[in-house]
């Protein structure tokens, strides 16, 4: 397998090209889209890795798979998904218009802004960084990486940058779905700035192939908790592009526009891919096509 990352890695980072920096948060902009990375962990206690593996980068939206798993560990099924809906959409990650197709304004799923920025408000905690450190305690829990940290040049770029969130945040304020909105953004921002490698996220989908148990085999997550967002992973993971990903590769997997892709193979393994540019719905174009490769190569498709 080793010698096949290596190849596949090469072959694919040349997609690079066609893609896009997530540039918008100027921060994200000074990546080099040409970097490829992928790192696998298999439960059977096995790592491989090849590319720009050592290179950090941020969660984004792979942080909604751990706020979602933090909110219905705090309050149930029942309360988050009188908040949030379950349903994929044909939408882009960021788009607002359907908050007010859909009385009374709740989000079509925990893995687009909107319901990510409803998931996050209901994190337990008094405080702010009382509820960051429960998001970085549970990465750092399925990564089994206590060093993992935010990257505060990214926060600060986001922060200063995200006035679509901002006006979701006081939409969704207006029909009753979060509470403070300060507090929410700030949050979001700062738990979409953790920094991670691949290796990192390899372990955190290993901690999901095997149901909650981390690599060193311990249950951070409830065993019914990892199968729910697996689900959520395949049918809006991948934004308004999950159900071709699905078809062509057929992995849980969560994307976010740093260019990082958590995946996980359940009773297999757990990827970590990272691919700076950009398709136009936000996926790494490079990270795609290697996890897609990587699938046809090895029957990794669950279906």
């Known amino acids: 397998m080793q010698t096949m990352l290596e190849e596949m890695v090469e072959k694919y980072r040349e997609v690079g090209h066609q893609g896009k920096l997530a540039d918008y948060i100027p921060e994200l902009a000074k990546q080099d889209p040409l970097s490829l990375g992928i790192a696998i962990r298999t439960v059977d206690g096995e790592e491989y890795s090849a590319g720009d593996c050592p290179l950090t980068f941020t969660l984004q939206s792979i942080s909604k798979v751990i706020t979602l798993i933090l909110a219905l560990m705090d309050h149930g099924e029942d309360v988050v998904f ?141 065993q019914e908790l990892a199968r729910l967002v697996k689900t959520f992973m395949v049918t809006c993971g991948m934004y308004n592009a999950s159900g071709e990903f699905a078809i062509y590769a057929g992995i849980p997997a969560k994307s976010g526009v740093s260019g990082g892709i958590l995946a996980s193979v359940p009773d297999k393994m757990g990827i970590g891919v990272f691919g700076p540019a950009l398709d136009e719905k936000g996926n790494s174009i490079a990270g795609s096509a290697l996890l897609k490769g990587l699938s046809r190569s090895y029957n990794l498709s669950i279906f």
Do not use: W
Not at 127 to 149: C, F, G, H, S, Y
């Open 82 to 222: 009188s908040r949030v809906g379950m349903e994929p959409t044909g939408d882009p990650f960021n788009a607002i218009y359907k908050l007010e197709m859909y009385s009374p304004g709740k989000p079509l799923n925990p893995m687009i802004n909107a319901g990510a920025l409803v998931v996050s408000s209901l994190i337990g905690g008094n405080t702010v960084d009382q509820r960051l450190q429960r998001v970085l305690a549970l990465v750092r829990d399925m990564a089994d990486n206590p060093k993992i940290e935010i990257n505060t040049a990214v926060y600060h770029s986001e922060r200063a940058t995200g006035h679509r969130n901002r006006a979701m945040a006081h939409f969704l304020k207006e029909f009753g779905m979060i509470d403070d909105v300060e507090s929410t953004l700030e949050l979001y921002f700062q738990q979409c700035s953790i920094a991670v490698n691949c290796r990192d996220l390899a372990r955190m989908g290993l901690c999901l192939a095997q149901y909650g148990v981390n690599q060193s085999g311990k249950q951070v997550i409830p």
